[in-house]
């Protein structure tokens, strides 16, 4: 038999999905906290508060259209260009699994230069 795989931006379904989105078909959208845009500067911002034991799922990507270098550090003020650093297209993804417990803690971001954006998925 002949086996198919689809990544998480060709799900074949009638539904949109939302930015960064990895439901199969049929899976249930409940339990989605945030799924949005931000804007992120050349200071650090946050962008999700700790949720202890609450986070299930996050996903961030840098958006941006101009360029700018985003980093991510988690449980400390970003810091440009340590941590997880991200250039456009580029994402950071932790989820809870077999065993593992997505981080809970607060995650911060900064830009490279003003006018950043990031997409963000949050499950709780």
Known sequence: SQSR??????IPTRNALPIGSTRLV????????????M?????????????????????????????QVITIALGQAAVAGSDVVLNVGDFYQDSTSEGYQAYQGEITAIASAAGGTISILERI
């Not at 899976?27 to 799924?35: D, F, K, L, P, V």
């Open 26 to 37: 049929g899976e249930s959208m409940t339990g989605i906290a945030r799924n949005d845009t």
């Open 39 to 67: 804007t992120v500067g050349a200071t650090s911002v946050m962008v999700s508060d700790s949720k202890p034991n609450g986070r299930t799922g996050i996903y961030i990507r840098n958006s941006s259209t101009a360029g």
């Open 5 to 10: 795989y689809y990544s998480s931006w060709s």
